[in-house]
């Protein structure tokens, strides 16, 4: 191992003499590199052979304490009701009638009878109301023996391989229900390794060098696969939702190259301005360290704002994404100093090599971008700003849910099975409402009659009790499919209008709950406690860079270009996802996408904010120079920026191969958002605000001046005039 040389002398290069925590933990790193490297080995594989042998416990919980729906569920799971476990349609297609296909679909019935999970199986040839009008459509009820969240997913693909044996000979076998569909989602792999191998693409590009660009995705790895491998475990102790772990995958894969990625750059500055390695390091994470760092705090605190909303559900991706974004920033501040010991010789290399080579200054493009700018700031301001509130305009029009069977690809045999129903007996059958009545068989019958009059309402199953008796349930069709506004608001009009008077008639209490009354619900929450969230995460957020940048109205102009982003993206996603453009199947927005988008958007946008504000502060404590802080600011990180943005953008797209409706909405919204921010917010719309704001961007009321904390993202060196010919800033 070489020895390194003694630090330079106090210049340009050098870190300040007086080291911040960042500038300790470098030097640690940096001088115990093998210690640090194989502390997170040792973490990395010891975590990731105890999920292999323990294996994992993802289930969801759609659980919404408090509304109707959640109600009707504990009543039936109380009072032992079969209504509240899953079930399984068995759907059947012939021509020329079931009738003659019996032969063949009665063993098949009868082998499924005897597979793991399964309570019970209705035959069709045994319930009339199973058959269509014309005899050639059908449908058998398998019964599970529990939740579809406590149904291995295994299970239910053994009874989707046993029912599709029968088909043939003009039999066409087709299965729905939401066990079927949760059985046959993906499991993933697939779009991070594309994800990975895009953004190495762009790193190489970036850097020249396959080296340098294997750094921060090899950060990204030990990160993500460290708490991939925790999260696993957790699982068993903790509600854990099926789709977190590829969700954790892209955004640590997107958020650890992003850091590393800021760390190195600014590594790379320091070597050009003639530092050695270990002061390079040193300074490269006692200042883009500390932008890391805050950074990753505003990611975690727009994360755990989740909490607030109250939704199991969404509590544990919340905490997990959260847990990844954090792993990441410590392997960023650890392992990163490590391995640029190890191998920043031959980074080092590469770096003066391409520096000798270049035709220009560095940053020479951007400062004349920056220039462009700032000569044109209402052009730069108002078209883009235009464009993107143009792109927000379908988010008004948004429509929460949960897609079903109806938007699954239409090759998939939970599609066919759905378009047979509503072929055979309606589209309000792929849906049905589930009407609980706590009292006895007279009540229950007197409810079925008021509701089967009720308009919207195709037809209601008699009651069935409940093994105590005490609890009746009924099953309404309404005449529009699940997703369809019309039923949404059927479910209101009867909870609003119809069951009140039943009520009050009978003297029992009536609920209406099932999966599509639960959308109705759960969209209904989301939208009560929206508020709430967005201003406690913008709110803090706000706080965060006041304390940082000593102003007001560069956490104002943040808050506002940072909901720009996100309300554009949900635009997008509601253009393409609940209209049906490109080529997809049109149903809602997955609830939980809106408020995983702004958390994980607006967390990432400050990133992107405090990296590149950060070098503005800097040049204007050094100089108070506002427009020259703008250029120097854009020449010092504007290429750093668009290639993490680029990076995220592919890194995200890659959500788009995954078979998940929601996740493929997640990347879609996500790159998207990054998109906006890295190339047309950042470009654009932020230098043109701050040269209309001048001097006056870094004004702070010297009252708030002297009782905030003092809080730097930097370590300028003493503030020094202005360069000679620089244009001056007004001041305030």
Known sequence: MS?????????????????????????????????AVLTWVAVLVGLAVAAQAVGTDYHNDHSLPGTESQAAANLLAEHGSRQRAASVEIVLHDTGG????????????????????????????????????????GYATVTLDGPAEEVPAEDVRAVIAAARQAAGDGLRVELAGDPVREAQESEGGAAEGAGLLAALVILVILFGSLLAASL???????????????????????????????LMALVGLGVGIDYALLVFSRFRSELLHGADRATATRTALDTAGRTVFFAACTVVIALLGLVLLGLGSLQGVAVAVALTVLVTMLASLTLLPALLALFGGRVERVVRRRAARAKRAEGALWRSWAGFVQRRPWLALLLPTALLLLLAVPALDMRLGFADAGSDAPGSTSRQAYDLMSTGFGPG??????????????????????????????????????????????LLFPTSAPQDAATMDLVQRLRDEVIPAVE?????????????????????????RLPLFVVVVVGLSALLLVLVFRSVLIPVKAAVLNLLSVAAALGVITYVFQYGNLGVQPGPVEAFVPVLIFAIVFGLSMDYEVFLVSRMHEHWERHHDAQGAIREGLATTGRIVTAAAAIMIVVFSAFLFDPGRMLRQFGLGLAVAIFVDGFVIRCLILPAVMRLFDARAWWLPSWLDRWLPRVALERPEPATPAPAGTPSSTPV
């Open 98 to 137: 079931l009738a003659g296909a019996r032969e063949r679909v009665e063993p098949m019935l009868a082998e499924v009878r005897t597979l793991a999970s399964v309570a019970d199986v209705a035959s069709p040839y045994a319930t009339p109301e199973a058959v269509s009008a014309d005899g050639t459509i």
């Open 216 to 246: 921060p995705v090899g950060i990204a790895v030990f990160a993500v696969g460290s708490t991939l491998s925790l999260v696993a475990l957790a699982s068993h102790v903790a509600t854990i939702a099926d789709y977190t772990a590829p």
């Open 429 to 474: 059958r792929n849906g049905p409402l589930v009407v609980v009545v706590e009292g006895g068989q007279p009540a229950a019958t007197e409810v079925r009659g008021a509701l089967a009059g009720a308009p919207g309402v195709a037809a209601v199953t008699p009651a069935f009790p409940a093994p105590d008796g005490q609890l009746h349930t009924l």
């Open 504 to 528: 009050r008639n009978t003297g029992v209490t009536v609920s209406i709950g099932g999966g599509t009354a639960a959308a109705v619900d759960f969209a209904d929450a989301i939208a009560d």
């Open 3 to 35: 020895t390194e040389p003694a630090p330079t002398a106090p210049g340009p290069g050098t870190a300040p003499d007086r080291a911040g925590v960042f500038a300790r933990l470098a030097g640690w790193a940096y001088r115990h590199r093998w210690m």
